[in-house]
């Protein structure tokens, strides 16, 4: 029985490496999602960063961009180089296995923050998923669960219950506008009492994770972090 799970096992990574070769988001080198040297040259965070917020002295806390609802964060960097070519192949260019370059990363990114007890993807609008024909949310949040061994919560436990316009281009105040009431909680018994850490591909403005925040605390989570591959960090002149 074994051996013939892994023979299914071994046909899908087969038919999966067919369907998207892989190769590096970063120089289109074949074989591999991610080279060593593109991994050289923008290594993902490490510490010592901010505790809260995740971010590596260098770039400043960015705890203000954090709402409220949310105890920390985390991601593997800023949205640059094969950070954000490896989030836009997952999300626009049906590169679904991708995700599995992105898990043990992210596995090692929330090892400092306290383990959580259930992952939460954030869900997209069942229009939008039926137009993209998944969420990358939640596959990223399935390569977490098996680098970390942490469990994914029940789908359809969190909703996204109204269809935002695209959020790309707006300000901040007026994304946080726009998805007030977004999401609800169909099990709050599911969430009651639970550390939950919220999974999603890019952090931008922080409004995704607030609104989310504020809905699974109102469900009765007693903690919420989220981590994101990657977070939008414009630098100042400055600090260049
Ligand atoms: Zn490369
Ligand atoms: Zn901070």
């Not at 203000?64 to 989030?87: D, F, K, M, N, T």
Request: charged share 20%; aromatic share 6%; with cysteine.
């Amino acid at each position: 029985m074994i051996a013939l799970q892994r023979y299914v096992a071994a046909g899908a990574d087969a038919l999966r490496d067919l369907a998207w070769p892989r190769r590096c988001s970063g120089c289109g080198y074949r074989g591999t999602w991610l080279c060593d040297a593109c991994l050289d040259a923008t290594p993902v965070w490490t510490p010592p960063w901010c505790k809260r917020c995740g971010v590596p002295k260098e770039f400043g806390c960015h705890c203000h961009e954090l709402s409220p609802a949310i105890y920390g964060a985390r991601a593997l960097g800023r949205h640059v180089e094969w950070i954000q070519r490896g989030v836009h192949l997952l999300k626009y260019r049906d590169e679904m296995a991708r995700a599995e370059c992105f898990g043990p990363l992210l596995a090692v990114a929330i090892a400092d923050l306290q383990r959580p007890d259930l992952i939460v993807p954030v869900p997209l609008h069942p229009n939008r998923e039926l137009e993209r024909g998944y969420n990358q949310a939640t596959l990223i949040a399935g390569a977490i669960s098996r680098a970390a061994g942490l469990p994914v919560i029940e789908p359809r436990t969190v909703v996204r219950s109204l269809d935002t316009p695209h959020q790309t281009g707006l300000a901040a105040h007026e994304r946080q506008k726009n998805l007030v009431g977004a999401f609800a909680v169909t099990k709050p018994e599911a969430i009651a009492g639970k550390h939950v850490l919220v999974v999603d591909d890019v952090l931008t403005s922080g409004a995704t994770s607030a609104e989310i925040g504020r809905a699974l605390r109102r469900a009765g989570a007693v903690r919420v972090d989220i981590v994101t591959v990657s977070r939008a960090i414009n630098l100042k002149p400055t600090t260049r």
